[in-house]
């Protein structure tokens, strides 16, 4: 190889490109015979190894370029050029300790080379030593005060150690020493905000617009900090000439929607987030910035003038809403209406963020697992049906969740949708329904997950009575429909009740055999303890699970008729606060 090498230093002068192609050819064919293992000592010279880890390096190969590298370094231990290449292209292969280790030794043969120490900095800094890398960095802004850049790139180490103070002196100082950019008074600007400068950072961004008064992206900046300090009319003028230099600027548009609410117009920033929707239709974040601008339209559009509103309605005589032409129509209509808030309540629900998500996965699990870990020790390793605490305390945690949520959603439904209870569409037992079915589908998806779970650590989950199960589940969710209709209609009454149905809700969890079966209380106890309907229901789910389980106090009708009477209950108490339920208090 060498004599290749040589071969092409003597030959007539040609192309450059030519020849480094020639170069990479040679390189890369050495390279193949030390990976086939066949023993080549044709490169013994230091400069040959150079030449070829550069080219190596050029063409995107820092792994076979660094052996070259490393072997030009140790056959010249003394040349910093060849040290100082080799770190970087450790650097460039991802090894940032070599690369520490090469470019230290090449700075103790050139301290002062303001190269080797900004190389040095970014690895010292990929390795997680920030203050170093700072410190190395500040010494090359020293040695070269008059390049701007080292000084620049330390106040952004400083910046990432969230050293804010000592970055924005760093680049006080450079730009006095020197013509500054634009782009040094808008990165001040950026650290005086993290500084919590507000007004300062709006001085120095109006420096950078002075100096480089069609950057786009420094009147959109200057718009966010006008907007910070509250002067709507400045920031929207900033924000609509970032526009017109770059009409392509996505960010600017997505903050003119901002600033437009700030101001009060929210048809011009429909208008606008329309625009910026139909641009990048595919951006989740312009999707979830329409649909706020949907619910503030809809509140301002209820609150605005609402006493003159309401008392128009209180003189109006009642009209009979449209009906339609048949009954088919009818229910199609109410099955769109339904499924529709059934889609909105599981999209801001779980749509925009997934810890509601997790927390819903969570929640049994947490219960099932403290109930297990705890009732492990106090009875003494033996769960009282079953071989498994875990799967015990889960055919019980299970149907109490869904009547939980069922009684508390199912109270708070009508109020969280009362701005569109104005659409005569929309009646307060459509939100109700749909609620309900929202916590069914929810339970089913988490009770299917967890099944697996258990089925892949060796429990088996098949219930032995699939009917019993099917059937407990039916008239849990009846009974907690009904229970909730029951508390929609009560919390209507103020937040008194509320706390009433929470102690129930919490009373239920311990008087409904959800960590014991009645067969462990007294008999005077367990007469009380059978009046409560849930407690039938939880005894029904684990008989479908449990083959050796048949309680004799288990009334599954009367289970099923006070399920059916609540259920029957709150549907008419809906009916008749239909009203006052669509009145926004």
Same mark, same amino acid.
């Given at each position: 190889m060498r004599d290749e090498l040589a071969q092409n230093a003597d030959s007539t002068p040609v192309d450059p490109g030519i020849a480094l192609s020639r170069l990479t050819e040679v390189a890369r064919r050495e390279a193949d015979r030390q990976a086939a293992g066949v023993a080549? !000592? #044709?490169?013994?010279?230091?400069?040959?190894?150079?030449? !070829?880890?550069?080219?190596l390096l050029q063409e995107g190969d820092a792994q076979l370029a660094l052996p070259h590298a490393l072997q030009a370094t140790e056959l010249v231990p003394g040349n910093a050029e060849y040290a100082h290449h080799a770190g970087i292209v450790a650097a460039a292969a991802g090894d940032h300790a070599k690369a520490v280790e090469l470019l230290t030794r090449a700075l103790q043969l050139e301290p002062d080379n303001t190269h080797m120490l900004r190389c040095l900095a970014y690895s010292a800094e990929q390795l997680g030593a920030a203050a170093i890398s700072a410190q190395l960095v500040l010494r090359a802004y020293r040695t070269e005060p008059g390049n701007p850049?080292?000084?620049? /790139? $330390? $106040?952004?180490? *400083? #910046?990432?150690m969230g050293r804010w103070s000592d970055a924005v002196g760093l680049l006080r100082l450079v730009i006095e020493r020197g013509p500054a950019t634009g782009d040094v008074h808008r !990165?001040?600007?950026?650290?005086?905000?993290?500084?919590?400068? %507000? $007004?300062? #950072?709006?001085t120095e961004i109006d420096k950078a617009i002075a100096l480089e008064p069609t950057r786009a992206e420094f009147h959109l900046h200057r718009s966010w900090l006008l907007t910070q300090l509250g002067q709507s009319q400045i920031a929207y003028e900033a924000v609509e000439e970032a526009i017109r *230099?770059? +009409?392509?600027?996505?960010?600017a548009r997505r903050h003119m =929607?901002?600033? *437009? =609410? /700030?101001k009060g117009d929210v048809s011009a920033a429909m208008r606008e987030g329309a625009a910026l929707l139909a641009r990048a239709p595919d951006e989740p974040e312009y999707a979830s910035c329409m649909r706020y601008l949907l619910d503030v339209r809809d509140s301002s559009t209820i609150a605005k003038d609402f006493n003159s509103v309401a008392a128009a309605k209180a003189l109006a005589p009642p009209r009979a809403p449209a009906l339609p032409s048949s009954l088919r129509q009818a229910l199609q209509l109410q099955n769109r209406v339904i499924m529709a808030l059934v889609l909105r309540d599981i999209r801001g629900r779980y749509g925009e963020s997934k810890i509601g998500f997790f927390w819903t996965l969570m929640e049994p699990f947490i219960h099932v697992g403290f109930l297990a870990v705890v009732f492990q020790f106090t009875m003494h390793g033996t769960p009282p049906l079953g071989q498994n605490f875990f799967f015990f305390y889960f055919t019980g945690v299970m149907p109490y969740l869904l009547l939980s949520h069922l009684i508390l959603h199912i109270g708070h439904a009508v109020r969280g949708i009362r701005p569109l209870l104005q659409l005569p569409v929309i009646m307060p037992s459509d939100a109700i329904l749909a609620k309900a079915i929202v916590e069914l589908f929810t339970t089913a998806v988490i009770f299917v997950l967890f099944s697996v779970l258990f089925a892949a650590f060796g429990i088996n989950p098949i219930p032995v009575h699939p009917l019993d199960v099917l059937g407990a589940f039916a008239l849990v969710w009846m009974l907690g429909t009904g229970l909730g209709a029951m508390c929609a209609t009560l919390f209507e009454f103020g937040s008194l009740g509320e706390q009433f149905v929470n102690i129930i809700v919490r009373a239920a969890y311990? !008087?409904?055999? %959800?960590?014991? =079966? +009645? $067969?462990?209380? +007294?008999?005077?106890?367990?007469? %009380?303890l059978v009046y409560n309907p849930f407690l039938h229901l939880i005894d029904l789910m684990r008989r479908g699970y449990f083959a050796d389980y048949q309680p004799a106090w288990a009334d599954v009708p009367y289970a099923a008729l006070v399920a059916l009477f609540s259920l029957v209950i709150g549907t008419a108490l809906i009916l008749a606060f239909r009203r006052s339920m669509r009145t926004i208090k």
């Open positions: 080549d !000592a #044709a490169l013994q010279d230091a400069h040959d190894h150079r030449v !070829a880890s550069g080219a850049n080292h000084g620049i /790139e $330390a $106040a952004y180490i *400083l #910046a990432r !990165a001040l600007s950026s650290f005086l905000v993290q500084d919590k400068n %507000i $007004a300062a #950072a709006l *230099l770059d +009409p392509d600027l996505l960010v =929607v901002t600033v *437009l =609410v /700030e311990f !008087a409904s055999g %959800i960590f014991y =079966v +009645p $067969a462990m209380m +007294p008999v005077w106890v367990r007469n %009380i």
